[in-house]
């Protein structure tokens, strides 16, 4: 019995299709390049495992087959491991997207929840692993919570992020990202382009919540808010930027779908979380949260190109990812 058996079990298996069949025509010795054809086309597509089962995912246009890699290529990685570990992450968030973070949270295998009462939030915040603070939907009721919140994380040793939705959009948000700065010390500070110039006092023309334009030096200033707050600054964009003010990182990548969805960047900030407190190296971690999240981006775009759906569909990836890890993408 040979480490590929799981192949011959599924030899010629076909799979109705939209204008045709797929089936698998022929498999190389080497299932890191496991070639399949199809009924309907030439096409030849590179593929890694899915765990379970051979299985058809299917876009409008074409099939993706996936089968086992050898035991021994297998690695875990951080969406792996924080489904093994599940941890509770505290968000303190913005109502338009609460319900996505918390979805996207059970979906990577952490726990949500979502308490933002000042009665509460230091009594919850004390059985978390990490604490979220994202001031989308800010009021002084929240305010208050983050700062009770953050500063009882602070007193216990657990992680504090920091998503600045829109701080440079007005002087209230502003000022209290300067507050939240001078009182609880973050962990993390994941922001765009735009909330990275506001507070860095740059001059910049925001857009909402949206990042907007200007003119920044953008590894310049991410690295020195880093040094200032002692904490990991994430850039998110286009490409992605990581420094922890000694060491930095570009990471490239993702799909512009996620930026036509709301919410995409705020489950990432909670999903930051979660990851900083799985292991023994959150720099790391959180760099590789960033390369599969990227990931998880395209793979949702593979099943379809109706924006309605892209939310679903990285939900579904990003719950791929967490139990299959790198064999789930499809490359």
Same mark, same amino acid.
């Given at each position: 019995? &040979?480490?590929? =058996? ?14 045709? $069949? ?8 080497? !299932? $890191?390049?496991?070639?399949? &054809?199809?009924?309907?086309? %030439? ?9 379970? %089962?051979?299985?058809?995912? *299917?876009?409008?246009?074409? !099939?993706?087959?996936?089968?086992? #890699?050898?035991?021994?290529? +297998? ?11 599940? !941890? ?65 994380? &602070?007193?216990?040793?657990? @992680? ?21 700065? =001078? ?18 006092? #740059? ?7 949206? %990042? ?15 040094? +200032? ?11 992605? *930027? ?5 060491? %930095? ?30 292991? @023994? &190296? ?27 759906? *892209?939310?679903?569909?990285? $939900? ?9 890890? =790198? ?5």
């Amino acid at each position: 019995m &040979n480490t590929y =058996e799981k192949y011959g079990t599924f030899w010629s298996t076909k799979y109705k299709i939209a204008g045709g $069949l797929a089936r698998v025509e022929k498999v190389k010795p080497d !299932p $890191l390049n496991l070639l399949v &054809n199809t009924d309907v086309g %030439s096409n030849r597509h590179r593929f890694l495992q899915m765990k379970g %089962s051979f299985s058809c995912i *299917f876009t409008q246009k074409e !099939p993706f087959l996936h089968a086992y #890699v050898h035991p021994q290529r +297998r690695t875990t990685m951080i969406f792996q491991t924080i489904r093994q570990q599940q !941890p509770l992450v505290h968000c303190i968030t913005n109502y338009v997207v609460a319900n996505f973070q918390a979805n996207g949270l059970l979906a990577i295998g952490a726990s949500p929840v979502m308490a933002d009462d000042s009665q509460e939030v230091e009594e919850m915040v004390a059985i978390a692993q990490a604490l979220l603070i994202n001031i989308g939907t800010l009021n002084d009721r929240t305010k208050s919570a983050m700062l009770l919140a953050g500063k009882k994380a &602070n007193a216990l040793g657990i @992680p504090v992020i920091l998503d600045p939705v829109g701080v440079g959009a007005t002087t209230y948000r502003k000022e209290t990202v300067k507050h939240l700065l =001078e009182n609880i010390q973050f962990a993390v500070i994941r922001c765009n382009l735009g909330e990275l110039a506001a507070i860095a006092g #740059v001059d910049w023309q925001q857009k909402g919540v949206d %990042s907007g334009h200007g003119s920044i030096a953008m590894e310049a200033e991410a690295t020195l808010l880093a040094q +200032r707050y002692q904490c990991i600054v994430i850039v998110t964009g286009e490409r992605d *930027f990581i420094t922890d003010g000694k060491h %930095s990182q570009w990471i490239a990548g993702g799909h512009p779908q996620m930026t036509e969805v709301t919410g995409t960047g705020c489950l990432l900030s909670a999903i930051c979380g979660a990851a900083y407190r799985v292991g @023994p &190296n959150p720099y790391q971690q959180l760099t590789e949260t960033l390369t599969y999240y990227k990931k998880a981006g395209v793979l949702a775009s593979a099943f379809t190109a109706d924006i309605g759906d *892209f939310q679903i569909a990285l $939900l579904n990836a990003i719950h791929r990812l967490s139990k299959d890890g =790198e064999a789930s993408c499809i490359l």
